[in-house]
DNA sequence: GTTAGCACTCTAGCGCGTCGACTGCTAATA
DNA sequence: TATTAGCAGTCGACGCGCTAGAGTGCTAAC
């Protein structure tokens, strides 16, 4: 038995005490949790019990005399190995099919967006929502299109379907059917590269003596990190700052909130966790982001070909979990189905 | 004499009491303004005066025994009448100028984010840009690109140097050739349109009945106005919600700028105003959103070729007006020099 | 027209006592 | 030995009254 396995009453009451609390945002007490029925013990029992969940760290208290609220740890408890399987109810699974279903055929983008959206309504959180970053996606084609002026067009569209284009400066020697020669050669080179890939192979190229039309791909390798930087490279989207600041536990400094609303950087980074196929809960403390205290993220990823994205939920410590927990994984598993389809495929 | 006009020594007044309100959020008495120095008055006359604001409804009293706060009609006197020219100081110019001058050659969306991120810095205030809206931009440039498998890529060049680009399916039967030809087509009918006119064209010739390439040209005017969706067409940006909510005005009840925080088309309806050349201020009531109370505007625009963005920010009616019309007008009229320079012409 | 003076009003803050919720401990109990 | 009833003790929330102070509005004098 490890140090920090619990009885089956400590786990009852550690889960009580969580789901009263989720419920209620106060302090719950002894006589609290033996209302909520499930255990046939006194409230000094369970009082005794609480003070040794408290001496392992599960669970605090504001001050002698108030009940319990969840620590960081007790939440890691009841995620790790009490809530039992995210079940999403009937209703949740109805709305989310309904509304993943009009998204085929839309682009990524939107398609982030609305889902966004969604997942913010449906768990009254703030949600956020990235798209797969482009630079490891797989070149499909790249184009460049001489224009008037000594401008030049490059387009790249990859394989998940994202398309990314800028225009460069190529000077005005350059004629329309080196610009053609080029496309075909930059086509060789680069099918099947990653875009992060693509640019060290430029920059190899361009080292070399006879690098066939050097001005031209040196122009536009100089584009490149700028079409491909991570501003646009890995779009952010979120929606329901609203529900983050109605919670009670934000309303003195509110501020803390402004610093994640703030910057898109940020968010990214928060959500963009070590990948994993399931759903990832981090609470509190455990982002190391100083003053994430009392802020937990529930993450989940879906595939679009060979990139990743994300999409989650930002909260309070004090969260349903479980339901979050299978919200988030339906709507990854629903985008991974929708991105795979072939109706998505064909539909681009 | 227009019947809102007040005598000097009203308007002194109602500016002495609008300048200490900004600066300290309280109250203002009638012994503060006497202390403010600049009029040689005795608190009792200041009283008469106040309460002569207070009767044209310039200024209001949170509760008998307390001082006067502005209200927003009096800030509005103050903004139209009262605060003077807007003067940018030698700092604020001086950074402004620094920030903008590293910003040659980028990208559209890379310089709104930039300045979104500037202006809320120098302002201590919610920021929001909007990039210019791609539907009034004007074409340079549409080309088709033939994908294996029966797809294709669209990709269209403003004059603004913006460009977007999609994905469509057209058909295994659309050989390389016909692409190009239609490509040529395309230029020739819409060259110098905008992405409204474009798209209403298209859609007569599609009616006609020998319209050429009628497959191709179906397939990918379906994914025009998808393309150019308000979504992807008029990007917002916004930085700096960690300052409006830091405002001890919306310590209470922050969900109220939860609303405003949420939806990027909430924020660029408010910024999107009636057009003009001038910083435009909107004071809390005067927006017709409800909840709005409370918050002001402050909105300049600017030029990229033939279509306009737009840059603002947005805090609590007790702002520094004249600081903030003059510093968003400073960036305002950098922006237009900077597109319109020949370092940004030729950079693209 | 302006001002000094004064009575009045209202808030903020403090101290106090009470209530009620909850705990921790102890001794009785199954 | 584990559990429980009972009880004393602790602490926050609330309401009350009081006071200090800030600020007003009015009036009479200048």
Redesign the interface.
């Known amino acids: 038995m490890r140090r920090e396995d619990l009885t089956i009453r400590e786990e009852r009451i550690l889960s009580a005490i969580i789901e009263t609390y989720v419920r209620s945002a106060r302090p719950v007490s002894s006589g609290a949790v033996v209302r909520c029925g499930s255990l046939k013990l006194s409230s000094a029992t369970v009082r005794n019990v609480m003070r040794s969940l408290e001496d392992r760290g599960l669970i605090e208290q504001p001050h002698t005399s108030a009940g319990r609220i969840p620590a960081d740890h007790g939440y890691r408890y009841y995620v790790d190995r009490l809530m039992g399987p995210a079940i999403v109810s009937n209703s949740d699974r109805a709305q989310i099919r309904a509304g993943i279903s009009v998204l085929g055929g839309?682009?990524i983008?939107?398609i982030v967006?609305e889902v966004s959206r969604m997942l913010s309504e449906l768990c009254k959180q703030l949600a956020v929502g990235l798209e797969p970053a482009v630079e490891s996606g797989v070149m499909?084609?790249v184009?460049l299109?001489h224009?008037e002026e000594g401008?030049c067009?490059v387009?790249v569209?990859l394989r998940s379907?994202q398309?990314?284009?800028?225009?460069?400066?190529c000077g005005e020697s350059v004629s329309e059917s080196d610009v053609a020669a080029a496309t075909g050669l930059l086509n060789d080179w680069l099918d099947g590269l990653s875009i992060g890939e693509a640019s060290q192979l430029l920059k190899r190229k361009l080292k070399e003596k006879d690098c066939p039309f050097r001005d031209l791909i040196w122009s536009m390798h100089g584009r490149w990190d700028?079409?491909f930087?991570l501003?646009?490279s890995e779009r952010v989207h979120y929606?329901?700052?609203?529900?983050?600041?109605?919670n009670p536990e934000?309303?003195?400094d509110?501020?803390l909130?402004?610093?994640i609303?703030?910057?898109e950087e940020a968010l990214a980074d928060l959500v963009r966790k070590p990948g994993s196929r399931e759903v990832v809960v981090t609470i509190g403390h455990e982002n190391h982001r100083r003053k994430m205290a009392g802020v937990s993220l529930v993450v989940g990823s879906y595939r679009v070909g060979e990139t990743v994205g994300r999409i989650g939920v930002i909260g309070p410590t004090r969260m349903q979990y479980r339901r979050l927990v299978g919200v988030v994984d339906q709507f990854s598993r629903l985008l991974d189905d929708l991105f795979s389809s072939s109706h998505w495929q064909?539909?681009?």
């Not at 398309?163 to 400066?169: I, V």
């Not at 929606?239 to 109605?246: D, K, Q, W």
């Open positions: 839309r682009d983008a939107t967006t499909e084609r184009e299109v224009l401008r067009l387009v569209g379907g398309t990314r284009s800028a225009l460069f400066k700028r079409i930087h501003h646009d929606e329901g700052a609203r529900y983050i600041l109605r934000f309303a003195g509110a501020s909130l402004g610093e609303l703030d910057s064909e539909g681009r």
